[in-house]
Nanobody, 125 residues
Framework: QVQLVESGGGLVQAGGSLRLSCVAS????????MGWFRQAPGREREFVAL??????YYADSVKGRFTISRDNAKNTVYLQMNTLKPEDTAVYSC????????????????????WGQGTQVTVSS
Protein backbone atom coordinates (compact mmCIF):
# COMPACT_ATOMS: atom_id res chain seq x y z
CA GLN A 1 0.00 0.00 0.00
CA VAL A 2 1.09 3.57 -0.71
CA GLN A 3 0.04 6.56 1.39
CA LEU A 4 -0.29 9.95 -0.29
CA VAL A 5 -0.44 13.42 1.24
CA GLU A 6 -1.17 16.50 -0.85
CA SER A 7 -0.45 20.12 -0.03
CA GLY A 8 -0.36 23.52 -1.69
CA GLY A 9 -4.01 24.22 -2.40
CA GLY A 10 -5.65 27.55 -1.65
CA LEU A 11 -7.53 30.55 -2.96
CA VAL A 12 -6.11 32.44 -5.92
CA GLN A 13 -7.39 35.00 -8.40
CA ALA A 14 -7.92 34.13 -12.03
CA GLY A 15 -4.63 34.32 -13.90
CA GLY A 16 -2.65 33.39 -10.81
CA SER A 17 -0.54 30.34 -10.02
CA LEU A 18 -0.36 27.58 -7.46
CA ARG A 19 1.98 24.65 -6.96
CA LEU A 20 0.64 21.42 -5.53
CA SER A 21 2.80 18.74 -3.94
CA CYS A 22 2.10 15.10 -3.18
CA VAL A 23 4.41 13.00 -1.04
CA ALA A 24 4.21 9.22 -1.22
CA SER A 25 5.20 6.80 1.54
CA UNK A 26 4.92 3.07 2.08
CA UNK A 27 5.56 0.65 -0.79
CA UNK A 28 6.80 3.38 -3.12
CA UNK A 29 9.24 1.08 -4.93
CA UNK A 30 6.36 -0.54 -6.79
CA UNK A 31 4.86 2.70 -8.14
CA UNK A 32 4.32 2.63 -11.88
CA UNK A 33 3.15 6.21 -12.27
CA MET A 34 1.93 9.18 -10.25
CA GLY A 35 -0.87 11.44 -11.36
CA TRP A 36 -3.31 14.17 -10.48
CA PHE A 37 -7.08 14.17 -10.74
CA ARG A 38 -9.63 16.80 -9.78
CA GLN A 39 -13.28 16.87 -8.85
CA ALA A 40 -15.45 19.97 -8.99
CA PRO A 41 -18.78 20.17 -7.12
CA GLY A 42 -21.47 18.19 -8.90
CA ARG A 43 -19.03 16.74 -11.42
CA GLU A 44 -17.19 13.47 -11.81
CA ARG A 45 -13.54 13.13 -10.93
CA GLU A 46 -11.42 13.82 -14.00
CA PHE A 47 -7.85 13.20 -15.06
CA VAL A 48 -5.49 16.19 -14.98
CA ALA A 49 -1.93 14.96 -15.50
CA LEU A 50 0.44 12.01 -15.05
CA UNK A 51 4.19 11.56 -14.82
CA UNK A 52 6.14 8.39 -15.46
CA UNK A 53 9.90 8.79 -15.67
CA UNK A 54 10.34 11.39 -18.44
CA UNK A 55 6.91 10.85 -19.99
CA UNK A 56 4.05 13.18 -19.11
CA TYR A 57 0.39 13.19 -20.03
CA TYR A 58 -2.13 16.02 -19.71
CA ALA A 59 -5.83 16.62 -20.07
CA ASP A 60 -6.55 18.91 -23.00
CA SER A 61 -8.13 21.45 -20.65
CA VAL A 62 -4.84 22.07 -18.81
CA LYS A 63 -2.26 21.55 -21.56
CA GLY A 64 0.05 24.52 -21.83
CA ARG A 65 -0.95 25.88 -18.40
CA PHE A 66 -0.13 23.04 -15.98
CA THR A 67 3.17 21.20 -15.61
CA ILE A 68 3.63 17.93 -13.75
CA SER A 69 7.03 16.92 -12.44
CA ARG A 70 8.35 14.17 -10.24
CA ASP A 71 11.24 13.93 -7.80
CA ASN A 72 11.85 10.20 -7.46
CA ALA A 73 14.41 10.67 -4.69
CA LYS A 74 11.76 12.38 -2.57
CA ASN A 75 8.84 10.24 -3.76
CA THR A 76 7.09 13.48 -4.58
CA VAL A 77 5.05 14.65 -7.54
CA TYR A 78 4.31 18.32 -8.20
CA LEU A 79 1.68 20.12 -10.22
CA GLN A 80 2.58 23.65 -11.23
CA MET A 81 -0.62 25.42 -12.23
CA ASN A 82 -0.34 28.70 -14.12
CA THR A 83 -2.91 31.00 -15.71
CA LEU A 84 -5.59 29.55 -13.48
CA LYS A 85 -9.23 29.92 -14.45
CA PRO A 86 -12.39 29.78 -12.32
CA GLU A 87 -13.24 26.48 -14.01
CA ASP A 88 -10.08 24.99 -12.48
CA THR A 89 -11.76 25.20 -9.07
CA ALA A 90 -11.89 21.68 -7.63
CA VAL A 91 -10.47 19.29 -5.08
CA TYR A 92 -7.18 18.05 -6.52
CA SER A 93 -6.11 14.54 -5.57
CA CYS A 94 -2.90 12.68 -6.11
CA UNK A 95 -3.05 9.06 -7.30
CA UNK A 96 -0.60 6.23 -7.77
CA UNK A 97 -0.76 3.11 -9.88
CA UNK A 98 1.31 -0.01 -9.21
CA UNK A 99 -0.08 -1.85 -12.22
CA UNK A 100 2.00 -2.40 -15.39
CA UNK A 101 2.07 0.86 -17.30
CA UNK A 102 -0.55 1.22 -20.02
CA UNK A 103 -0.72 4.63 -21.74
CA UNK A 104 -4.28 3.82 -22.82
CA UNK A 105 -5.40 3.70 -19.21
CA UNK A 106 -3.84 6.79 -17.64
CA UNK A 107 -7.25 8.51 -17.58
CA UNK A 108 -9.07 5.54 -16.04
CA UNK A 109 -9.85 5.93 -12.33
CA UNK A 110 -9.71 2.19 -11.71
CA UNK A 111 -6.14 1.90 -13.03
CA UNK A 112 -5.00 3.70 -9.86
CA UNK A 113 -4.89 1.89 -6.52
CA UNK A 114 -3.88 4.58 -4.04
CA TRP A 115 -5.40 8.02 -3.57
CA GLY A 116 -4.69 11.02 -1.37
CA GLN A 117 -7.30 12.95 0.58
CA GLY A 118 -7.15 15.90 -1.78
CA THR A 119 -6.46 19.61 -1.51
CA GLN A 120 -8.91 22.37 -2.38
CA VAL A 121 -8.08 24.81 -5.15
CA THR A 122 -10.40 27.78 -5.55
CA VAL A 123 -9.96 30.29 -8.36
CA SER A 124 -11.92 33.52 -8.06
CA SER A 125 -12.93 35.59 -11.08
Amino acid sequence: QVQLVESGGGLVQAGGSLRLSCVASGHTGTMSAMGWFRQAPGREREFVALARWRATYYADSVKGRFTISRDNAKNTVYLQMNTLKPEDTAVYSCAVSRLPFDPERVRDLDWYDSWGQGTQVTVSS
